[in-house]
């Protein structure tokens, strides 16, 4: 028997993925340096499996931000995403920020047809 990890705020787990991308959403408005707003975002789209995000272009994307977060390998024990948020600059943080605000409204407009 499989567990299922998602816990789902509305109950449907339809909605797993854009809850938790909500979350992400919040962490990334809050009046913090983008690097440390970023890193939050990207500990709660860990969160996310793939299979949670419907088939095609928004599994994609959503698969290309976590490259994006999780390319540099640690050098220490900070963890791959800690270390690629330090090795990039803040005009990429900002567009990978920007990446997920996108996948965010592209996961609600889907998910409200």
Same mark, same amino acid.
């Given at each position: 028997?499989?567990?299922?990890?998602?816990?789902?705020?509305?109950?449907?787990?339809?909605?797993?993925?854009?809850?938790?991308? $909500?979350?992400?959403?919040?962490?990334?408005?809050?009046?913090?340096?983008?690097?440390?707003?970023?890193?939050?975002?990207?500990?709660?789209?860990?969160?996310?499996? *793939?299979?949670? @995000? *419907?088939?095609?272009?928004?599994?994609?994307?959503?698969?290309?931000?976590?490259?994006?977060? $999780?390319?540099?390998? *640690? $050098?220490?024990?900070?963890?791959?995403?800690?270390?690629? @948020?330090?090795?990039? $600059?803040?005009?990429?943080?900002?567009?990978?920020?920007?990446? @997920?605000?996108?996948?965010?409204?592209?996961?609600?407009?889907?998910?409200?047809?």
């Amino acid at each position: 028997m499989s567990e299922d990890h998602t816990l789902s705020i509305s109950g449907d787990d339809r909605f797993y993925a854009l809850e938790t991308l $909500t979350m992400a959403i919040h962490e990334l408005d809050e009046k913090k340096p983008i690097k440390e707003s970023l890193y939050e975002a990207g500990f709660l789209l860990v969160l996310i499996m *793939p299979a949670d @995000i *419907p088939n095609g272009v928004l599994r994609w994307a959503f698969t290309g931000i976590m490259h994006d977060l $999780t390319i540099v390998p *640690p $050098t220490y024990d900070e963890g791959r995403l800690a270390a690629t @948020i330090v090795s990039m $600059t803040e005009a990429d943080c900002v567009t990978v920020a920007s990446r @997920i605000q996108d996948l965010h409204a592209a996961l609600r407009k889907h998910l409200a047809e």
